[in-house]
Nanobody, 124 residues
């Protein structure tokens, strides 16, 4: 069982940077693939980025590649998403999620545990 709590979302202006955090409970964190998804207003939940157990492998959606960086610190059970060059279209609720499988799947159904989400709003 993995319990996830996101934080760091807020209102920013286009071009700003923001770092999201996801605190995970339990020693199982380091044995789970971790990912970020987001859901914008009136949109379906979409994949943002995924990171492997030890953080050696990452994979990004094309829409955020080169602007966002996913990372993790297994010593403190925390997942991060560094977001640079934010755009209004990045406005969404951002969710962290975990899978016990070694996956880089972009499909939400492949992930087992979800946080409650944190709102990021980017004004133009």
């Amino acid at each position: 069982q993995v319990h996830l709590v996101e934080s760091g979302g807020r209102l920013v202006q286009a071009g700003d940077s923001l770092r999201l955090s996801c605190a995970a409970s339990g020693r199982a964190f380091r044995s789970h693939t971790m990912a970020w998804f987001r859901q914008g207003p009136g949109k379906e939940r979409e994949f943002v980025a995924v990171i492997s157990y030890m953080g050696l492998n990452t994979y990004y959606a094309d829409s955020v590649k080169g602007r966002f960086t996913i990372s993790r610190n297994n010593a403190v059970n925390t997942l991060y998403l560094q977001m640079n060059g934010l755009k209004p279209e990045d406005t969404a609720v951002y969710y962290c999620t975990a899978s016990p499988s070694d996956t880089r799947s972009p499909y939400a159904t492949h992930y087992e545990y979800w946080g409650q989400g944190t709102q990021v709003t980017v004004s133009s």
